[in-house]
């Protein structure tokens, strides 16, 4: 199923109106991937209310032939943990719809797009979120640090069980190279939470590894050894 993007030269009455395409495209993922799970609409109302939110095998017969008038966000939600995919593939059904629109009498995206646009992922709408970036730049540096981390505790153990001289050294200069990079992302991920507080957010939970990101409480010294 493709979605057919809007033409000021289209005759208007040929043009589907947007929100029912919107409803079109989640409608025919939902079907496609429920015979793609092999379930019967009933499995898959019956899974929605294991879930905790029934949504009977008429509502969703009705939804996949069209017959539905309105589709909420909740009902979306659902289905998506039902079907063992995430809600954005069944908005846009990446690789099964070429393209969509992503607000009324807009002409079409490719369907990659609209995705990334709904995201925040793409950065060339002239549009940008402060404290979408700060978690952004969280998850790159956090990911940073334990990478080194976990390269420094290899290095260490293979200076330590290492068969000669000229190998420790080797594996200590490693380890060397991984704490100095771990230091780093540490720091950068320290910025990063600051950021995120400066701007009324709280900042995720750390894995214990990085326990020592964050300052001690009471300690304003940002410069304290991490």
């Known amino acids: 199923m493709t979605q057919r993007g809007f033409d000021p030269g289209d005759d208007e009455d040929d043009v589907p109106e947007w929100v029912d395409q919107v409803m079109a495209t989640v409608a025919a993922e939902v079907r496609r991937r429920r015979k793609e799970l092999r379930m019967s609409a009933q499995d898959l ?4 209310a294991e879930i905790g939110h029934p949504i009977p095998r008429n509502v969703i017969a009705n939804m996949e032939s069209g017959r539905r008038a309105n589709l909420p966000l909740v009902d979306v939600l659902v289905l998506a943990e039902a079907l063992r995919t995430y809600p954005i593939c069944l908005l846009y059904p990446v690789g099964y719809v070429d393209r969509v629109q992503r607000l009324p009498l807009q002409h079409s995206d490719p369907t990659w797009d609209a995705m990334h646009w709904f995201t925040g992922d793409r ?17 790159r540096y956090q990911r940073a640090a334990l990478a080194a981390l976990k390269g420094e505790k290899h290095e260490r153990w293979k200076a330590e069980t290492a068969p000669n001289q000229a190998e420790r050294e080797e ?4 380890q060397a190279d991984y704490a100095e990079r771990a230091l780093e992302a540490k ?18 939970h750390l894995p ?19």
């Open 171 to 174: 594996a200590a200069l490693a």
């Open 187 to 204: 720091y950068r991920l320290r910025s990063a939470r600051a950021f995120i507080r400066e701007d009324g957010g709280t900042p995720p």
């Open 208 to 226: 214990p590894e990085l326990a020592d990101v964050d300052p001690p409480v009471g300690n304003t010294d940002e410069e304290n050894d991490l």
């Open 45 to 48: 109302a019956d899974r929605c």
């Open 123 to 139: 950065e060339d709408f002239g549009m940008e979120d402060d404290m979408l970036r700060n978690f952004r730049a969280h998850v």
